[in-house]
């Protein structure tokens, strides 16, 4: 399997591939993609039946693309990303094989060529010396079922692979039945009756096609999360157009354009209330229980639902843009990607076919040779045949992408998105959390507590002065401090100059020249490099520091004025959330650029044993650089500027989709809420989806090392042969379909808030 990788000057576009049913299938098509000029890497997940494709250009290559994959002998289509929820159904490609026509067809001729093979003689004398007229029926029968649709899918889908020379699992299936149904032409033909297998081969061509079946409801059931998250928009919205309202599809409401919200609707876009004031259920979305107020100048999410009041909504986002629409894009891209225990089962089973065929050339000849007895070419054929059905490597394909189809889907309902499926894999493999505090574990919006002037310092004037001055510098920061230190002004209705020479220092604080004075505000350690006497308030920043507090130092023209104490609000599910990480045994440290003092009284109030305080950017990623180098599995959590560099560089970077935009998109993991158990839940779900996934390989690769060799010595005839197949594959969902319960309860996981997935 080729992996996509990130590049600058590269596209990415989707298609929905038709008639997947192994992991040769997928090899297939991959290496017909990959020929393509200009495609730089392809992949394609058999759960869902879509290949994601990456090539070099602008101009995406749709045309090419869809030709390579139709030479090899499956349907193709361009995946329309405009919409929202835009993935095809991942059962798509077995329908074509599974539908319920053939079903009852291949299941009632089945049923019919049993009778006759099992009562037929016992009912109806016939002479030894000539085929039973019975046995006539039962081959004329047989030719239907293959002509008809059940098989003709089958054998062609097999011919065509052969001749493309990409041969899949339905080759292996179409040499099985071939076989067995023309020996049992030759044997009536020369009136050996007792070494006709039409039997076997109707019974195959049925259980395939119950199998296929059942194997497309269990995966559209593995996907249901992504039809839940989809139906989350409603399908209508009230419009306001001048002094009046139509209802209308969601789909032409424009950006700019006004809906009107009454309670106990969906909000259908993404906007800001206009007018109005309600409580808004964001759970649906964010998993946050607590209903939000908002008011007019508020933002307001698509997918939402008005509990208490009316609301008039402007669209800022619609569509595919919306949260939802970005959620359904995340959560498509982690389905479409691979793992590594994913790639190294391809490859193994991409190979499996003509191994398989040499197998059964080997079993029939053995039997040939060293065999004895009357029916001694019909035990051959029934052993080869048995060999080329129970091999197929369906199993081994859908192992992982089942998984990590059902997982995904689970951690968007829950409100944990996951950028791939080797974020899955890696997230269950993690030993090390590191946490940052401002904004992580705490709420990230300090208050000022206390600000104090110095007695002997340049300002005389008390410590409105010396907070209109450090508001003045940190006016245009985006650091929480600095918010709070400019709230606090506006608090107290000060009036706060313009700064010149403004200059942000990562990590310390800020410069600025404000009424034509240096003004430094910050921590110590910038005051100190600047050469500012901090004799005098020593004792002061140590009494703030023991009592838990944040201290921003301000000095003017090289002075220091005074101190400004500010404390952050621990986040209320903190401690329960350290608990249960210290529980899955995971080692924990708090990292972070606050001073050691409030960093320690955070860490101590949620149970964190370790601290890294006054820790700059480049620190954060030299402590997650030295634990991996000590062979951990690191994550960092992080919300921030300054946590990108660290969450880019762990094993697994989780970041709150309230911190900034540089945090999420350099992180693996996003939790959509401001909820720190989301953390537990993400770590707990990758690690059962990863021993979900070794099970799954485990099963399949064991039940092919014990059922050829069964197979190869007649213990299991040909129609059970088929009928153990495709119980391994089904088995396989199914066990991926576990993850949908929560762990320990044996209930099916809930998504957040009152929806429930549709059975």
């Known amino acids: 399997m080729t992996d996509v990788t990130n590049g600058t000057d590269c596209e990415t576009i989707q298609l929905s591939i038709e008639g997947l049913s192994c992991a040769g299938c997928v090899a297939s098509v991959e290496a017909a993609l990959g020929r393509v000029d200009e495609v730089v890497a392809a992949r394609v997940n058999l759960a869902t039946g879509i290949a994601t494709v990456q090539f070099a250009g602008r101009a995406a290559p749709a045309g090419p693309l869809l030709d390579a994959v139709r030479e090899v002998g499956y349907g193709a289509e361009l995946v329309n990303g405009a919409d929202c929820g835009?993935?095809?159904?991942?059962?798509?490609?077995?329908?074509?094989?599974?539908?319920?026509?053939?079903?009852?067809?291949?299941?009632?001729?089945?049923?019919?060529i049993l009778v006759a093979e099992h009562a037929?003689?016992?009912?109806?004398?016939?002479?030894?010396?000539?085929?039973?007229?019975?046995?006539?029926?039962?081959?004329?029968?047989?030719?239907?079922?293959?002509?008809?649709?059940?098989g003709r899918v089958i054998l062609l889908s097999g011919l065509r692979s052969l001749f493309r020379r990409s041969p899949n699992m339905d080759l292996l299936v179409s040499l099985g039945v071939m076989a067995a149904f023309l020996a049992s032409w030759l044997a009536c033909l020369a009136g050996r009756a007792d070494a006709c297998h039409f039997d076997a081969a109707a019974m195959i061509v049925a259980f395939i096609t119950v199998g296929r079946y059942c194997e497309a409801c269990a995966r559209r059931e593995a996907s249901e999360a992504v039809a839940v998250l989809a139906r989350r928009l409603p399908s209508t919205a009230i419009r306001v157009v001048g002094n009046a309202e139509e209802e209308v599809p969601v789909e032409v409401i424009g950006l700019g354009d006004r809906v009107r919200v009454p309670p106990g609707t969906i909000v259908p876009v993404d906007g800001r209330i206009v007018s109005g004031t309600a409580a808004v259920d964001e759970s649906p979305v964010t998993?946050?229980?607590?209903?939000?107020?908002?008011?007019?100048?508020?933002?307001?999410?698509?997918?939402?639902?008005?509990?208490?009041?009316?609301?008039?909504v402007e669209a800022t986002a619609v569509g595919s843009d919306t949260t939802v629409g970005r959620i359904l894009r995340a959560v498509e891209a982690a389905q479409a990607g691979t793992t590594r225990m994913q790639r190294l089962a391809d490859r193994v089973a991409g190979g499996f076919v003509p191994v398989v065929v040499g197998l059964a050339v080997i079993t029939f000849t053995s039997w040939m040779l060293f065999s004895s007895g009357a029916d001694r070419l019909g035990t051959a054929a029934g052993c080869a045949v048995g060999v080329l059905v129970i091999a197929c490597p369906c199993a081994m394909g859908l192992a992982t992408p089942t998984a990590v189809l059902v997982a995904t889907g689970v951690a968007a309902l829950r409100g944990i998105l996951v950028r791939d499926a080797a974020a899955l894999e890696a997230a269950g493999r993690l030993d090390t959390i590191l946490l940052d505090k401002t904004g992580t574990i705490t709420t990230g919006r300090p208050e000022v507590r206390e600000v104090y002037d110095e007695p002997v310092g340049p300002i005389t004037t008390g410590p409105r002065e010396v907070l209109r001055y450090a508001a003045a510098a940190e006016r245009y920061s985006q650091h929480p401090l600095a918010q709070a230190i400019t709230a606090r002004a506006r608090q107290w209705s000060?009036?706060?100059?313009?700064?010149?020479?403004?200059?942000?220092?990562?990590?310390?604080?800020?410069?600025?020249?404000?009424?034509?004075?240096?003004?430094?505000?910050?921590?110590?350690?910038?005051?100190?490099?600047?050469?500012?006497?901090?004799?005098?308030?020593?004792?002061?920043?140590?009494?703030?520091?023991?009592?838990?507090?944040?201290?921003?130092?301000v000095a003017v023209d090289g002075i220091c004025a005074g101190l400004i104490a500010l404390s952050d609000t621990l986040r209320p599910e903190a401690s329960r959330a350290v608990e249960r990480l210290r529980a899955a045994g995971l080692e924990l440290a708090l990292i972070t650029g606050d001073q050691a003092p409030a960093a320690a009284a955070a860490a101590a109030s949620v149970g964190i044993p370790e601290v890294h305080a006054e820790v700059l950017p480049e620190g954060k990623l030299a402590e997650v650089?030295?634990?991996?180098?000590?062979?951990?599995?690191?994550?960092?959590?992080?919300?921030?500027?300054?946590?990108?560099?660290?969450?880019?560089?762990?094993?697994?970077?989780?970041?709150?989709?309230?911190?900034?935009?540089?945090?999420v998109e350099a992180a693996d993991i996003t939790l959509l809420s401001e909820n720190l158990t989301l953390i537990a839940e993400a770590v707990e779900l990758a690690r059962r989806s990863v021993a979900i996934i070794k099970q799954n390989?485990?099963?399949?690769?064991?039940?092919?090392?014990?059922?050829?060799?069964?197979?190869?010595?007649?213990?299991?005839?040909?129609?059970?042969?088929?009928?153990?197949?495709?119980?391994?594959?089904?088995?396989?969902?199914?066990?991926?379909?576990?993850?949908?319960?929560?762990?320990?309860?044996?209930?099916?996981a809930e998504p957040a808030g009152d929806e429930r997935p549709a059975a």
């Open 625 to 663: 650089a030295r634990r991996r180098e000590r062979g951990r599995r690191v994550g960092f959590v992080g919300d921030g500027i300054n946590d990108a560099p660290a969450l880019v560089a762990a094993d697994v970077g989780i970041a709150l989709a309230t911190g900034t935009d540089v945090a």
């Open 86 to 112: 835009a993935t095809a159904d991942p059962a798509r490609n077995a329908r074509g094989h599974a539908g319920r026509r053939p079903l009852l067809v291949a299941g009632v001729a089945a049923a019919i």
């Open 287 to 312: 998993g946050e229980s607590v209903p939000r107020a908002c008011r007019e100048g508020d933002n307001v999410r698509g997918g939402t639902t008005v509990q208490e009041g009316f609301l008039t």
């Open 494 to 553: 000060l009036t706060v100059p313009e700064a010149e020479a403004f200059e942000n220092v990562v990590g310390l604080g800020v410069r600025a020249v404000v009424e034509g004075r240096q003004v430094l505000a910050g921590s110590t350690s910038l005051l100190a490099e600047a050469g500012v006497e901090l004799a005098p308030v020593e004792n002061r920043i140590r009494q703030m520091a023991a009592d838990g507090l944040t201290v921003v130092c």
């Open 697 to 748: 390989l485990f099963w399949a690769f064991a039940y092919n090392v014990l059922a050829l060799p069964l197979a190869a010595t007649g213990t299991i005839p040909p129609g059970a042969a088929a009928a153990a197949m495709m119980c391994s594959s089904i088995s396989v969902v199914l066990n991926s379909l576990r993850l949908r319960r929560a762990p320990g309860d044996g209930r099916p």
């Open 120 to 150: 037929a003689p016992r009912l109806l004398v016939s002479r030894a010396d000539q085929t039973p007229w019975w046995r006539i029926g039962q081959g004329l029968l047989c030719s239907a079922v293959l002509v008809l649709q059940p």
